[in-house]
């Protein structure tokens, strides 16, 4: 497959070189010809969350990239990430067990101490370049070391850990007058450097071959898409590279040529400034829809693209491109919109055909995510409990032994969605 061939090469290239760039004013190791690479060489290609690649539902305005590295080989190296602060919503360094795909550290953008005569622009407003500098050091690593580095951004590898990927997010992501969506988030990426324990210049890790790309939730049918009423339940942490600061609702249903899949609640409120991201309800939301048939989104809005307002019910409706009764239903939307509603429409062409030729089909999960969902807030997706997804005991809805914690529209009240689908001609009255 073409794209897998991109990908490799880009991994082949990235494992047949190291690099430094300096983050110890030490100069006792001259005599060490390190070679350099750009941070770009450095980290794995851009994993982007609209490629219509990667599976486990990303979500479509979200991009990544991984460093990975054989850390049990690497017990007497201190990793340095070193860059400048992008210009997006959010992003995060993340730190997983890429045998596994659990995440075990990691840091938000508005934990990263910036560096001396910075501002981290995800605490305050600021403008012009701002730089982090961020240390991964191995377990076991003597406190009295850590100390030496002098930096409040350090995490630290887990016991039992011998292969880690460091995986770098932006969401939304522009260029730095915030113009422009920019695949960068312009800047260029964190140059990672290698100390070691005397906290002299060393080589940088081998990068090696991530799992990352390996990644897919598994596919199987579910008797409850046939169901008139598709509840969401909280997502439970799963093996598949997560974003630990995100929570997520999940539903999924089979759509029909007869009928719409309909959901309505009020969104969380997201912040407008970097002075109200600490006491934010939440720092972003989205609505993606994916295909069960290969994990992939397809279809997503954010909060700043969809219609809703604060504190008032936003409705989604989501139905076939091959329902008879499409242009009815459009003008319908329309409607409600222009009679101050506020409706977003989902049409899904289940006969699109994804990277390995197959239709994406009729059945669809949608995911309802919030990124850094403040706990304490009474409407939080957060204080849910999550659902088994599937098992040999059954599905979802066959582990709900308390609804009001484990079913959103029970839980969460008018901010906890409920799907049903209703036919064609009940939609259009």
């Known amino acids: 497959?073409?794209?897998?061939?991109?990908?490799?090469?880009?991994?082949?290239?990235?494992?047949?070189?190291?690099?430094?760039?300096?983050?110890?004013?030490?100069?006792?190791?001259?005599?060490?010809?390190?070679?350099?690479?750009?941070?770009?060489?450095?980290?794995?290609?851009?994993?982007?969350?609209?490629?219509?690649?990667?599976?486990?539902?990303?979500?479509?305005?979200?991009?990544?990239?991984?460093?990975?590295?054989?850390?049990?080989?690497?017990?007497?190296?201190?990793?340095?990430?070193?860059?400048?602060?992008?210009?997006?919503?959010?992003?995060?360094?993340?730190?997983?067990?890429?045998?596994?795909?659990?995440?075990?550290?990691?840091?938000?953008?508005?934990?990263?101490?910036?560096?001396?005569?910075?501002?981290?622009?995800?605490?305050?407003?600021?403008?012009?370049?701002?730089?982090?500098?961020?240390?991964?050091?191995?377990?076991?690593?003597?406190?009295?070391?850590?100390?030496?580095?002098?930096?409040?951004?350090?995490?630290?590898?887990?016991?039992?850990?011998?292969?880690?990927?460091?995986?770098?997010?932006?969401?939304?992501?522009?260029?730095?007058?915030?113009?422009?969506?920019?695949?960068?988030?312009?800047?260029?990426?964190?140059?990672?450097?290698?100390?070691?324990?005397?906290?002299?210049?060393?080589?940088?890790?081998?990068?090696?071959?991530?799992?990352?790309?390996?990644?897919?939730?598994?596919?199987?049918?579910?008797?409850?898409?046939?169901?008139?009423?598709?509840?969401?339940f909280l997502a439970p942490v799963g093996r598949y590279y997560p974003n630990n600061s995100t929570s997520y609702l999940y539903g999924r249903t089979h759509l029909r040529e007869d009928s719409v899949l309909t959901f309505s609640f009020i969104p969380a409120t997201v912040p407008t400034k970097p002075e109200e991201y600490r006491k934010a309800v939440t720092r972003y939301w989205s609505i993606c829809i994916g295909s069960a048939s290969d994990t992939r989104s397809y279809m997503s809005v954010y909060d700043a693209k969809a219609r809703y307002a604060d504190g008032k019910k936003a409705t989604f409706v989501v139905c076939l491109k091959k329902n008879p009764k499409l242009s009815a239903i459009q003008s319908k939307v329309n409607e409600m919109n222009a009679n101050g509603e506020y409706v977003n429409l989902f049409i899904w062409d289940s006969e699109k055909k994804n990277i390995d030729g197959n239709p994406i089909g009729e059945i669809v999960a949608v995911m309802y995510r919030n990124i850094l969902p403040d706990r304490e807030w009474k409407h939080s997706i957060a204080t849910m409990t999550p659902t088994a997804y599937k098992d040999d005991t059954g599905e979802p809805i066959d582990h709900v032994t308390d609804p009001d914690k484990q079913l959103a529209h029970k839980a969460l009240g008018d901010y906890g969605p409920l799907g049903v689908k209703v036919s064609n001609d009940d939609f259009l009255q």
């Open 1 to 232: 497959m073409k794209i897998k061939q991109i990908i490799m090469t880009s991994l082949l290239s990235c494992i047949m070189a190291m690099t430094f760039i300096a983050c110890s004013d030490d100069d006792s190791n001259n005599d060490i010809k390190i070679p350099t690479l750009s941070p770009k060489e450095q980290w794995g290609p851009t994993l982007k969350g609209d490629g219509e690649v990667l599976g486990a539902y990303p979500d479509l305005y979200s991009n990544y990239w991984e460093y990975t590295y054989q850390a049990g080989q690497n017990s007497d190296k201190i990793l340095c990430l070193k860059g400048e602060y992008p210009h997006c919503r959010y992003f995060s360094i993340s730190l997983y067990n890429d045998m596994t795909g659990d995440v075990f550290a990691g840091i938000d953008d508005q934990d990263i101490s910036a560096d001396n005569g910075s501002t981290n622009p995800f605490v305050a407003t600021t403008t012009g370049k701002n730089y982090f500098t961020l240390y991964v050091v191995p377990n076991g690593t003597p406190q009295s070391v850590i100390d030496k580095l002098g930096s409040e951004n350090v995490v630290k590898v887990a016991e039992g850990v011998n292969k880690v990927a460091i995986a770098l997010r932006h969401y939304l992501g522009t260029t730095a007058d915030g113009s422009q969506k920019d695949e960068y988030a312009g800047v260029e990426l964190p140059a990672i450097t290698a100390l070691d324990m005397n906290l002299h210049e060393t080589f940088v890790p081998e990068h090696v071959a991530s799992n990352v790309y390996k990644v897919t939730s598994k596919v199987f049918t579910q008797k409850s898409d046939e169901n008139r009423e598709m509840p969401f």
